[in-house]
């Protein structure tokens, strides 16, 4: 079994398991329920018990399969083929697939936001905003003539408990072109998370 969505053996089961299982889930329209399940993954309260009058236990695996593979699509930017060939390796059948490939592009913005807020909060505290200035210092109290701009980079963090710090960073060209730097590098192990 051949996914690009997910690598671990433990997923690639759930997928090759339970993907299928979409269209034994007693709605009219399958696609209000995939709608349902994306709703879930972008946080909003979603209860399935009260829409399809069922505990959500028997959808869990349903759910959590649909999910992996969102995010697995999404998360690490796989092609369009990709996505075809996960659904056809997990046995989808055709019509349910169109379905799935429909869904996922129609909500795709909304899932890589959710996911791009979420790998920010992997640490302790997390970025909410951020804003920024270029000063040009012309002297200092021990040089009199210098003439350098100064990035400046503010940072408003929240921590666990939702309290908010504001952190202010000062660079001058050579500390800014190193700090674009190892923000590059950040980006491509972010690009590379197993999501």
Not at 11 to 29: F, G, Q
């Amino acid at each position: 079994m051949s996914y690009h969505s997910v690598k671990n053996p433990k997923d690639k089961k759930l997928l090759t398991v339970h993907l299928k299982r979409i269209s034994e889930v007693k709605t009219e329209d399958p696609q209000k329920f995939l709608h349902h399940v994306i709703d879930q993954i972008c946080e909003k309260k979603i209860s399935f018990t009260d829409i399809y009058g069922f505990q959500t236990s028997q959808l869990s695996d349903i759910v959590a399969a649909f999910t992996k593979l969102s995010k697995g699509y999404i998360g690490k930017g796989l092609s369009d083929e990709q996505l075809l060939n996960d659904l056809e390796t997990a046995s989808v059948p055709k019509g349910l697939a169109k379905i799935i490939y429909q869904v996922l592009n129609a909500r795709k913005d909304e899932i890589e936001n959710v996911l791009k807020v979420n790998s920010v909060k992997i640490g302790k505290m997390w970025l909410k905003d951020f804003d920024w200035r270029i000063n040009h210092v012309v002297s200092s109290s021990e040089l009199s003539e210098i003439s350098e701009p100064i990035f400046s980079l503010f940072l408003y963090l929240v921590d666990p408990n939702n309290e908010e710090r504001e952190v202010i960073l000062e660079m001058n060209k050579k500390e800014l072109e190193e700090f674009i730097g190892s923000l590059t590098k950040s980006k491509k192990v972010l690009q590379n998370l197993n999501f």
